[in-house]
Structures are given as structure tokens and as C-alpha cells.
């Protein structure tokens, strides 16, 4: 998260977070006053600050997630080599790839506390990390409601999350922030030659058409597992 007081920028990996930081640096009237990447609010909670987090579709936040580390790049890819996993990432192994980190068991691999996760949520990796950034504190209260049938959907309710913006509509989402939802945050003359000039950041090398498609199977486990994320869709 990047706190910047009346605005709280809540950063999902891998949708686009690089280019938010920048925009918010040229374009907003506010500081930075904290900043934990990829880390939900916790003690820095204010319940008078404004919200808003980047999502991106999960079949292509998977395929970015994949690209990534094809570069060697990345917790995720970290994580998966150091345990002897190293050969995943190969361009034609992209479904072996999501189907290890689709396969419940290999949660604790995947650490962030998503092993945590009670057993009766199967909630994707994806969708769990939205779900932290969403909570003040996610582990504490997926302790709360563990004893639910479905303590996610239930947590869940208590979002902090005042907007979402996709990263499929990135800039016009950002604009839509500054110009209509709070102007008084943003220096209007600055947003729009932002627009104009802002290159892209943080583009991996590897295209999606590099990698093999993803097959049947996986594509219905997204489906089904990525429930948070979806919502959205």
C-alpha cells in the first residue's frame, strides 16, 4: 500500500501498480507518507482516507505472473525455483506452471500466508491477495469467521475498498479518479499532460503469444477459484 494520507493507493501485483505510482508522483497534490509494497494497511488504517486499488483480469494476471518469471523475475518466481520447480518456466510449460500453483496443496510454496487460508474457502491465489489488500488486518479476520461455511465471502464485507480500477481501462480509470472522484486531490493541468507523455513501465519482455494457450481445464479451475477477482468481470 502507498499512503499518501487522504489517499491510499492499495497495490495488487502485477496490474499495472508501477505506472499508478507514477501518475500519483506527477499528478496528485498529496505526499507520500507510507509505503509497504504489495502489503495491506494495517496499523496505518484511517477510515477518513480514500481507497482505491488496480485489479486485472486473473487469466491475464496469470499469464503476466508467468511472463514475469520467464525473466526470472518476481517473488512468485523466486518461491517456486529455490523449492526445486526451476523447470516450470519454460515457455511451453505455461499450463504445468498454472496447474502446480492452481493445486491447493501448494499453498505454503506460495507463502504470503495463503496456507492459512481455511479449508473450506477455495479461494485462488489471486483473488486471495486482492482479499488482504481489502482487510485492515486479512489473517486476523479470516480467523474470525473460519468457523463460517464461507468465511471469504463473509469477510469480505468489511472492505476497506472505496473504488477499483481495472487495469484493461487503466488511464481512463485514473482519469476518471482525478478529474471526477476527487479533483481536490489532483492537479487537473498536470493530469492531462501526464496522459499525453507517460511511457509505459515495468513491460515484460515476453508476450502472451509467446506462451502456449491455456488449455480447458485450467482456464474452468480460474473460473471457479478466482471468485473475488471476477466479480469485477
Given at each position: 500500500?502507498?499512503d ?15 505506472f ?23 496499523d ?7 481507497h ?20 526470472k ?31 491447493q ?34 489473517h ?94
Amino acid at each position: 500500500m502507498y499512503d499518501l494520507g487522504g489517499l491510499v493507493y492499495l497495490d495488487l501485483n502485477k496490474t499495472g501498480s508501477k505506472f499508478v505510482l507514477e501518475f500519483l508522483k506527477n499528478c496528485c497534490r498529496l505526499d507520500f507518507q507510507h509505503e509497504k509494497e504489495h502489503e495491506p494497511v494495517r496499523d496505518q488504517y484511517n477510515p477518513l482516507a480514500y481507497h482505491f486499488i488496480t485489479i486485472r483480469h486473473p487469466i491475464s494476471q496469470y499469464s503476466s505472473l508467468f511472463r514475469y518469471g520467464l525473466e526470472k523475475k518476481g517473488w512468485i518466481y523466486r518461491r517456486i525455483a529455490e523449492h526445486g520447480h526451476k523447470d516450470l518456466y519454460r515457455s511451453e510449460n505455461y499450463n504445468a506452471w498454472l496447474s502446480f500453483v492452481l493445486d491447493q496443496k501448494n499453498a505454503p510454496l506460495l507463502g504470503e500466508g495463503y496456507e492459512k487460508l481455511p479449508k473450506n474457502s477455495d479461494l485462488g491465489f489471486l483473488s486471495f491477495r486482492f482479499f488482504c489488500l481489502s482487510q485492515v488486518f486479512p489473517h486476523k479476520i479470516l480467523q474470525l469467521y473460519q468457523g463460517f461455511s464461507d468465511p471469504v465471502s463473509v469477510a469480505i464485507r468489511g472492505s476497506i475498498i472505496d473504488h477499483v480500477i481495472k487495469n484493461e481501462e487503466l488511464n481512463s480509470g485514473l482519469e476518471r479518479l482525478a478529474v471526477e472522484l476527487k479533483p481536490e486531490l489532483f492537479y487537473q493541468d498536470m493530469v492531462e499532460k501526464f496522459f499525453k507523455d507517460a511511457p509505459k513501465v515495468n513491460v515484460s519482455n515476453a508476450k502472451e503469444k509467446d506462451i502456449e494457450p491455456i488449455n480447458k481445464q485450467n482456464r474452468e479451475i480460474i473460473e471457479k477459484k478466482e471468485y473475488l477477482l471476477l466479480d469485477f468481470y
